[in-house]
């Protein structure tokens, strides 16, 4: 039995003296106010109307139940109207600075369509973390290793003159003896300063003799676009960056390198849902595929 809707019935009958204004107020038929009626009178073993043809008047046991069914009926309007509330509530989540506007705009429009408004916070790696550690945010996209990850992008170096070579080896960075000019530098945006990354990185630049000044970490994407703009150096981005900033991307000859990211969850929470509903606008906000294979 609907408790709570043989109450709602029970109790607009009683306030309209009547089955057919009562069910028609409580938006119900009279025949299904009826046998509501009847469903909780069989359950208390006891009448709760005196029918009449004209009217239906409370029994004694009627009245002393009236007041404990309203106020069931109203605990249940609080809790459906909380729980549109809740619904509506706009869900917090931390994501990459190198997202687009774009991306995030279009992301932000899906979510919506699927019932739920996100608030995006976007932070760098380690604040990612620590936003969700502190549960300032409901879920973010951290920045994870590529076989960690539920999304990867492959990354390259990208320069303001065409390589003309399909790869770019970092062995061809490091100084001669007839070599002019200064230094070629690789510049790591904050995005990739994080372990996973970093640290192959620099290992590498280590092996194939470079100068520890060729290898450096951006405090900001525009500020290593600009040395890049007007200078022989190189960024480390994804295809879709260099795009966008106009330069030519090439993969690296000695290493392969991609950002990985998984969705994970403040508390106890478990971002499954949002995967399963957003799971493939994400990944073309983060300019992935959707297998967490890395794009090619």
Same mark, same amino acid.
């Given at each position: ?8 019935? @029970? ?7 009547? @089955? ?23 359950? @208390?073993?006891?009448?709760? @109307? ?16 009236? !007041?404990?069914? %309203? ?31 774009? +991306?995030?705009?279009? #992301? ?22 620590? #936003? ?26 990208? /320069? ?6 399909? =790869? ?8 001669? %003896? ?16 994080? !372990? ?6 620099? %290992?590498? =630049?280590? &092996?194939? /003799?470079? =100068? !520890? ?12 676009? &600009? ?6 150096? #190189? ?14 991307? %090439? !993969?690296? +000859?000695?290493?392969? #390198?991609?950002? /990985? ?15 399963? =509903?957003?799971?493939? &606008? ?9 297998? +967490?294979?890395?794009?090619?």
């Amino acid at each position: 039995m609907d408790l709570v809707g043989a109450c709602r019935a @029970f109790v607009s009958v009683s306030e309209y003296g009547g @089955f057919t204004v009562g069910a028609a107020a409580a938006r119900m038929s009279q025949s299904v106010a009826s046998r509501r009626v009847a469903a909780l009178e069989e359950r @208390f073993g006891q009448p709760l @109307f005196e029918r009449t043809s004209r009217r239906a008047v409370l029994t004694p046991f009627g009245r002393d139940m009236l !007041p404990v069914a %309203r106020q069931l009926v109203q605990a249940a309007d609080v809790l459906l109207h909380e729980a549109e509330a809740v619904k509506r509530k706009p869900w917090r989540l931390a994501v990459p600075g190198v997202c687009s506007t774009v +991306g995030l705009a279009r #992301l932000v429009a899906e979510a919506r369509g699927q019932g739920f408004t996100l608030d995006l916070r976007v932070a760098a790696p380690p604040r990612r973390r620590e #936003l969700l550690h502190a549960q300032q945010v409901r879920a973010a996209l951290l920045a994870v290793p590529p076989d960690e990850a539920r999304w990867a992008v492959p990354l390259g170096l990208a /320069g303001a003159q065409d390589p003309r070579v399909k =790869r770019v080896y970092l062995e061809t960075l490091r100084l001669g %003896r007839a070599t002019t000019g200064p230094a070629r530098r690789i510049w790591i945006q904050p995005e990739d300063d994080v !372990p996973h990354i970093r640290d192959p990185l620099t %290992r590498l =630049r280590d &092996a194939v /003799g470079l =100068r !520890p000044a060729q290898l450096v970490a951006a405090p900001d994407l525009t500020t290593a676009a &600009a040395e890049v703009l007007c200078t022989r150096d #190189l960024l480390l981005c994804t295809p879709a960056q260099a795009e966008e900033l106009a330069l030519n991307w %090439r !993969p690296i +000859g000695e290493i392969t #390198l991609s950002r /990985g990211f998984a969705l994970a969850a403040a508390g106890d929470g478990n971002p499954q849902h949002i995967e399963a =509903r957003l799971g493939d &606008a994400v990944a073309r906000c983060l300019g992935a595929d959707t297998t +967490g294979e890395e794009a090619t």
